[in-house]
């Protein structure tokens, strides 16, 4: 392999993988290269019976052109037999990804919560095939209503399977302290760190709302705080309570209360909102967005979330996304 090349061996030659001189039939070695790296695949040996008239240099060299065609041939079937078998890898990794999508997208509510008086409404849009974040509607006792958005660091299939298992957790805690979102994600905290070593983290927003009375309970798990547009104060925010899960299992989180009044809206996002890039690395201006949320008021929710994500797409252009966009508008009429 360390010189490839056709090589022509007489009977009276020494063959360079034998040690000692040893009696032969005319030999000829030709190389099978690898179509794209140059490297040797593999060798043609062809071993020449003697005939009455012994075989002599030039009668050897007349075979080359055909064994070197052979050689081309068998080095153009493996190339094929190769991207063959590499394109029948990757259709299957695309179909798994594509079912693996399907099964995520069934992690997220299938149908909005029609509450009399308010309005709700959501969108995710994935950076890759599979996404970091989430959002979530939790049925709870007294028709009050869980409102969940989260946000896995980094992308991909690990953090698939991370926003998967802090989801189940969150809905399987939400309904055993349903008036507790602090005592909901602490607990989901020490579940996560004690079942899964993934080094990874994720930020939430969890909040439990009272639809006769528009109070909001909620904690805030290290994430973008959501913002609270009123007609009285403008634009509040409801700032974190605590770091994100998956980091120090000690760690607990305070909450907030605030009333949602009519005509209040109440913005959730992810950081692919906010931090934004184009095609200059630039990132956008919040004031955008809260330029939005101030004119909110009035509005439907679903033109919300509309303006919302325009301003964001016009941003960007073609630049390729880099963090998923997760935006859930609640209004009260």
């Not at 099978?32 to 009455?52: H, K, P």
């Not at 996404?131 to 969940?148: E, K, M, R, S, V």
């Not at 705080?225 to 000690?250: C, K, W, Y």
Request: net charge negative.
């Amino acid at each position: 392999k360390q010189h490839p090349e056709t090589k022509v061996f007489l009977p009276h030659e020494a063959l360079p993988w034998q040690i000692k001189l040893v009696a032969h039939e005319p030999l000829l070695v030709t190389p099978i290269l690898n179509v794209v790296s140059g490297e040797v695949d593999g060798f043609i040996y062809l071993e020449l019976q003697t005939l009455a008239v012994p075989w002599d240099v030039r009668s050897v060299a007349s075979l080359l052109p055909a064994v070197q065609s052979l050689s081309a041939q068998v080095a153009s079937a493996c190339h094929q037999g190769r991207v063959y078998a590499e394109t029948l890898a990757a259709q299957k990794m695309v179909q798994e990804l594509a079912l693996a999508r399907h099964i995520q997208d069934s992690f997220l509510p299938q149908h909005i919560p029609q509450i009399p008086g308010w309005q709700i409404t959501a969108a995710l849009e994935p950076a890759r095939q599979m996404a970091g974040d989430y959002y979530d509607f939790i049925l709870l006792p007294d028709d009050q209503l869980g409102i969940l958005i989260a946000d896995v660091a980094d992308k991909g299939l690990g953090s698939a399977l991370y926003m998967a298992l802090s989801r189940t957790l969150i809905r399987t805690f939400a309904t055993q302290y349903p008036a507790q979102p602090a005592r909901v994600l602490a607990t989901v905290n020490q579940r996560i760190l004690q079942d899964a070593s993934a080094n990874l983290f994720v930020s939430v927003f969890y909040g439990v709302l009272n639809p006769v009375t528009g109070q909001l309970l909620y904690a805030n798990a290290g994430h973008p705080p959501p913002f609270l547009v009123t007609q009285q104060a403008g634009v509040h925010s409801l700032r974190n309570t605590g770091m994100p899960l998956g980091i120090d299992e000690e760690s607990t989180w305070g909450q907030e209360l605030v009333t949602i009044n009519s005509g209040d809206v109440l913005l959730m996002y992810t950081d692919g909102v906010t931090d934004a890039q184009n095609q200059r690395g630039e990132f956008i201006n919040r004031d955008s967005i809260l330029e939005v949320a101030q004119d909110c008021p009035g509005k439907p929710v679903d033109l919300i979330r509309q303006s919302i994500l325009e301003i964001v797409h016009d941003f960007v252009g073609e630049a390729p996304r880099f963090d998923d966009i997760t935006l859930v508008v609640l209004s009260r009429d």
